[in-house]
């Protein structure tokens, strides 16, 4: 019993702080983007400065797992400086990954958060095609009809986006939208290719981590030359940064590393739980922050939402068994039969 109550403490653990890290993150950069006071930050340099933390989490968390100084270099010599064919092959999630990151700022400076963390969901439709097609992995019905489910939620939704009275910057939510739009056909790409590297090898997840890393610091670190080269030697790199902008950093490197260490110690509906309550945390907060009017279009979408979600993370059934079992008893018929 006693180790029954641990694991379920250590469950909702991790689904109270997946939810907390998804609703703050985008609460955070929303209110950064928007209403904060002061001088308006350059989003590509956060970008780039998440991803050098990443990187140093990533060597942090390797280096607890080689145990040894020495067994650290061997890692790194072999996986990273002698294995340059692994490093081209991470650097395209890195790539995706990093143009992910930078839509989810431009869509939060032109959605409400509460609005984008609805529309964000459709990674899961993205992610499960993706599936299908680079893993070769088969949905259910339920977890198609869910996937349409979704899609109808999210139309609701974006039909007749609900309003912050509070953000006074101009806004246009169909850039907002198409940012989201490629921010997710990235995320389920990437997902579904570092799923398909991870599962080709049996390397560590925290060196094929500095890996992708590793790359994305140079792509976005010329992500920054090219979009605000001259605003940045003009203004410095850390123009504009404020505590609240640190703590969106802090928020983007930890919440993705912490995720991809806790999942597997939760199962998909505690997943589908954590996506709707950040879902109803954001809305609370957009409410509160930015002064958004719930429409019922909006309250019907994000309920349609919710209920995919937590439908499409239902186990399937397994068929398998249920087709041994009939065989078995019409075996036994047969030989009662006889």
């Known amino acids: 019993m006693a180790a029954e109550n641990v ?3 250590f469950k909702v653990y991790c689904l109270t702080v997946m939810t907390l890290v998804a609703a703050t993150y985008t609460v955070a950069l929303r209110y950064t983007r928007t209403i904060s006071s002061g001088d308006l930050y350059f989003s590509t340099t956060a970008v780039s400065i998440t991803e050098v933390i990443k990187l140093i989490l990533s060597l942090g968390m390797l280096t607890k797992e080689t145990g040894s100084p020495v067994r650290l270099k061997n890692a790194l010599v072999q996986h990273i400086f002698c294995s340059p064919k692994e490093l081209l092959k991470l650097s395209v999630p890195s790539v995706v990954y990093a143009v992910q990151n930078n839509m989810a700022f431009l869509a939060l400076s032109n959605l409400d958060a509460a609005v984008y963390q609805v529309t964000y969901q459709l990674k899961i439709p993205c992610t499960a095609l993706c599936t299908v097609l680079m ?67 049996d390397t560590s997840l925290w060196v094929r981590n500095i890996q992708m890393y590793l790359s994305g610091i140079v792509v976005t670190l010329i992500g920054v030359y090219a979009n605000d080269g001259d605003n940045v030697m003009e203004k410095g790199f850390f123009f504009g940064y404020t505590p ?27 997943k589908g739980f954590s996506a709707a309550a950040a879902i109803v945390l954001s809305t609370v907060a957009s409410v509160l922050l930015f002064g958004l009017q719930i429409t019922i279009s ?14 499409y993370g239902l186990p399937k059934q397994d068929t398998s068994q249920l087709s041994r079992k009939d065989t078995d008893t019409e075996s036994k018929q047969k030989t009662i039969t006889v």
């Open 298 to 311: 909006f309250a019907s979408g994000a309920l349609l939402v919710c209920v995919s979600i937590y439908l």
């Open 135 to 201: 893993l070769n992995r088969s949905l259910s019905r339920l977890q198609w009809f869910s996937v349409f489910m979704l899609c109808g939620g999210v139309t609701l939704v974006q039909w007749k986006p609900a309003e912050a009275t509070k953000v006074q910057i101009e806004q246009n939510p169909f850039v907002g939208f198409m940012a989201i739009a490629i921010a997710v056909l990235c995320s389920g790409f990437a997902g579904v290719y570092f799923e398909k590297v991870l599962k080709s090898s």
């Open 244 to 270: 609240w902008v640190c703590f969106v950093v802090f928020l983007a490197s930890v919440g993705g590393l912490y995720t991809s260490v806790v999942v597997k110690y939760t199962d998909n509906i505690m």
């Open 7 to 9: 694991s379920v403490v």
